[in-house]
Nanobody
Framework: QVVLVESGGGLVQAGGSLRLSCAES????????MGWFRQAPGKEREFVAG????????EVADSVKGRVTMSRDNGWNTVSLQMNSLVPEDTAVYYC?????????????????WGQGTQVTVSS
């Protein structure tokens, strides 16, 4: 059983920063790929960043590259998404997801486990 719980969302002014966290139920070093996705009203769920169990660096979508970093921390049972220079277009529900795999996956349907999401709202 894998339970994912996101936190850190909220309302922020454009140009500000947020740090999202996703806590996974299993302790120790994970052997699964983790991903961050976001979905705005009326839009498709979009890949933001992902990290594999075998690597310490994350793969970040081109649309947010340079503003977003993803990392594992807290004994490797937590992943974080640091978002800087936020713009209103970043407004969405942000989800973390997990799947046993060796590499980053970019498509939502490839993931087995999902958190319930955390709302990020960026005001002008």
């Amino acid at each position: 059983q894998v339970v994912l719980v996101e936190s850190g969302g909220g309302l922020v002014q454009a140009g500000g920063s947020l740090r999202l966290s996703c806590a996974e139920s299993r302790a120790g070093i994970p052997v699964y790929t983790m991903g961050w996705f976001r979905q705005a009203p009326g839009k498709e769920r979009e890949f933001v960043a992902g990290i594999s169990w075998s690597g310490g660096t994350a793969e970040v979508a081109d649309s947010v590259k340079g503003r977003v970093t993803m990392s594992r921390d807290n004994g490797w049972n937590t992943v974080s998404l640091q978002m800087n220079s936020l713009v209103p277009e970043d407004t969405a529900v942000y989800y973390c997801a997990a799947k046993s795999n060796f590499e980053v996956l970019r498509t939502p349907r490839e993931y087995d486990y999902w958190g319930q999401g955390t709302q990020v709202t960026v005001s002008s």
